[in-house]
């Protein structure tokens, strides 16, 4: 569509910084005058990847390549709702042999929510259990600007995924509590029209 004068506009709601509003793919030609246009309202300020990645860790969203890929299955990912009760039942999807069982609780991993209130948790830093043994690792992390709090998900053994869990993560080679949250942090609140 054509967006300020600028054609060839693809506008979608895709949501992955987890905000209601829209993403706006321009043509390279078109994106400065698009940017120009959109900058003369005064509510509209510039931001960058940072602001735009603790949207999407606030609202619990992953990160393909961080805190998903080709290894991870939707149940061990916390999606499991992207697959239907159909599919479920006819098991007619890729890696359904290994994912169903999954879904009736037999997994050996999870994707979880972690707060803190020490440093920031990055991505790769141990996640250890209260005892001080590697458990898991911190997939994606940064302060939440929402909650005046540092927020992260990770991969836990099952047995740790429960929100409340306190665990340990090393940050900067040094052990802080954290605590198993649900996600997402920050809850949605998408205009929905009625």
Same mark, same amino acid.
């Given at each position: 569509?054509?967006?300020?004068?600028?054609?060839?506009? =693809?506008?979608?709601?895709?949501?992955?910084?987890?905000?209601?509003?829209?993403?706006?793919?321009? &043509?390279?030609?078109?994106?400065? =005058?698009?940017?120009?246009?959109? /900058?003369?309202?005064? %509510?509209?300020?510039?931001?960058?990847?940072?602001?735009?990645?603790? #949207? =999407?860790?606030?609202?619990? #969203?992953? /990160?393909?390549?961080?805190?998903?890929? %080709?290894?991870? *299955? !939707?149940? %061990?990912?916390?999606l499991?709702?992207? /697959?239907?009760?159909?599919?479920?039942?006819?098991?007619?999807? !890729?890696?359904?042999?290994?994912?169903? &069982?999954?879904? +009736?609780? +037999?997994?050996?991993?999870?994707?979880?929510?972690?707060t803190?209130?020490?440093?920031?948790?990055?991505?790769?830093?141990?996640? #250890? @259990? *209260?005892e001080?043994?590697?458990?898991?690792?911190?997939?994606?992390?940064?302060?939440?600007?929402?909650?005046?709090?540092?927020?992260?998900?990770?991969?836990?053994?099952?047995?740790? @995924? =429960? !929100?409340? *869990?306190? #665990?340990?993560?090393?940050?900067?080679?040094?052990?802080?509590?954290?605590?198993?949250?649900?996600? &997402?942090?920050?809850?949605?609140?998408?205009?929905?029209?009625?």
């Open positions: 569509m054509e967006v300020f004068g600028v054609s060839g506009c =693809r506008v979608t709601r895709c949501g992955y910084t987890g905000e209601d509003g829209v993403e706006i793919s321009v &043509p390279a030609v078109g994106a400065v =005058r698009l940017a120009t246009a959109l /900058l003369e309202n005064p %509510e509209v300020k510039l931001a960058g990847l940072a602001a735009r990645d603790s #949207l =999407r860790l606030e609202a619990g #969203l992953c /990160l393909y390549g961080n805190d998903i890929d %080709e290894h991870t *299955t !939707p149940v %061990e990912g916390s499991s709702w992207t /697959l239907g009760k159909r599919r479920r039942a006819a098991m007619d999807f !890729p890696g359904a042999a290994v994912i169903v &069982p999954q879904l +009736k609780g +037999k997994v050996q991993r999870r994707r979880v929510g972690l803190c209130e020490g440093a920031p948790m990055r991505a790769h830093s141990p996640i #250890l @259990s *209260t001080g043994t590697v458990i898991g690792t911190v997939t994606s992390g940064c302060p939440s600007p929402c909650l005046k709090k540092n927020v992260a998900m990770g991969y836990v053994p099952s047995e740790y @995924s =429960r !929100p409340g *869990t306190q #665990l340990l993560v090393e940050v900067r080679r040094k052990q802080q509590m954290a605590v198993v949250s649900k996600m &997402p942090f920050v809850p949605t609140n998408y205009y929905i029209l009625k």
